[in-house]
C-alpha cells in the first residue's frame, strides 16, 4: 500500500493560491490519487481525483507529473472557509481495503 | 440527496460501559464504513461492510468492538466495555460501490467521551 507523505501545516492569507504536494514514492499502477477535506467538527469531504497529468474542477486543481510519485493539490484564491485538514490518498480500483490515512495538512488562511 | 446521518453527536460515558452508535448511508450505497479518529490523526478504518456482509474488519478490536449491517442498509457499531483510549470520533461514510475510486461519503461523525 503506497504510502504517503505531506507537510503537516502551512499558511496562507486570503486570495492567494495555496499549492499542498503530497509524495508517494511506492504508488501503484492502478492506484488513483484521491483528496479530501476536512473541516473541525465534520467528516471529511471528497475534493478531487486524478491518475496523471491535470484534472480541474470547480474547487481545486490536481497536478500529476509523468513518474506519479507525487501531486499537488492546487486551490485557487483561498478564502477564509479554506481553512481545514487535507489528506492525500492513494486509492485502488477494485480494493478500497486497508486504506491508510495520513496526518493530512492542516491549512490556516489568515486574513 | 441526502447525506449519511449518525447519531448520537456527542455522548460520554465512564470506562467499562457499553455505547452503541448508528449510522443511516446515501441511500443506494452498497458500501459502509465504520473509521475510528482520534484527535490530531486521520481516520483509521475499523470496518468495511459490503452490503450486509464484512469486507475487512481487520482493524477492528472485536474484543470489544462490534458492528452489523442488517438488512444491508442502516449500520450500528458497538463497544463493550469502553476504555479511556477510545475517545475519539467515530465516522460512518458510504460509497456507491467498493470500486476503490468512488469516493466515500462522510457523516459528521459521533463525539465519544471516556471518563
Known amino acids: 500500500l503506497a504510502k504517503t507523505t505531506q507537510p503537516i501545516s502551512m499558511d496562507s492569507y486570503e486570495g492567494q493560491e495555496v499549492n499542498i504536494t503530497c509524495s508517494h514514492n511506492?504508488?501503484?499502477?492502478?492506484?488513483?490519487i484521491t483528496w479530501y477535506q476536512q473541516f473541525p467538527s465534520q467528516g471529511p469531504r471528497f475534493i478531487i481525483q486524478g491518475y496523471k497529468t491535470k484534472v480541474t474542477n470547480e474547487v481545486a486543481s490536481l497536478f500529476i507529473p509523468a513518474d506519479r510519485k507525487s501531486s499537488t493539490l492546487s486551490l485557487p484564491r483561498v478564502s477564509l472557509s479554506d481553512t481545514a485538514v487535507y489528506y492525500c490518498?492513494?486509492?485502488?480500483?477494485?480494493?478500497?481495503?486497508?486504506?491508510?490515512w495520513g496526518l493530512g495538512t492542516s491549512l490556516a488562511v489568515n486574513p | 440527496e441526502a447525506g449519511v446521518a449518525q447519531s448520537p453527536r456527542y455522548k460520554i460515558i465512564e470506562k467499562r460501559q457499553s455505547v452503541a452508535f448508528w449510522c443511516n448511508p446515501i441511500s443506494g450505497h452498497a458500501t459502509l464504513y465504520w473509521y475510528q479518529q482520534i484527535l490530531g490523526q486521520g481516520p483509521k478504518l475499523l470496518i468495511q461492510?459490503?452490503?450486509?456482509?464484512?469486507?475487512?474488519d481487520s482493524q477492528l478490536p472485536k474484543d470489544r468492538f462490534s458492528a452489523e449491517r442488517l438488512k444491508g442498509v442502516d449500520s450500528t457499531l458497538k463497544i463493550q466495555p469502553a476504555k479511556l483510549e477510545d475517545s475519539a470520533v467515530y465516522l460512518c461514510a458510504s460509497s456507491l460501490t467498493d470500486s476503490g475510486r468512488e469516493p466515500q461519503h462522510f457523516g459528521d461523525g459521533t463525539r465519544l467521551s471516556i471518563l
Open positions: 490518498l492513494p486509492l485502488r480500483a477494485g480494493n478500497n481495503r486497508k486504506l491508510i
Open positions: 511506492n504508488i501503484a499502477t492502478n492506484d488513483y
Open positions: 461492510f459490503q452490503n450486509n456482509g464484512v469486507v475487512d
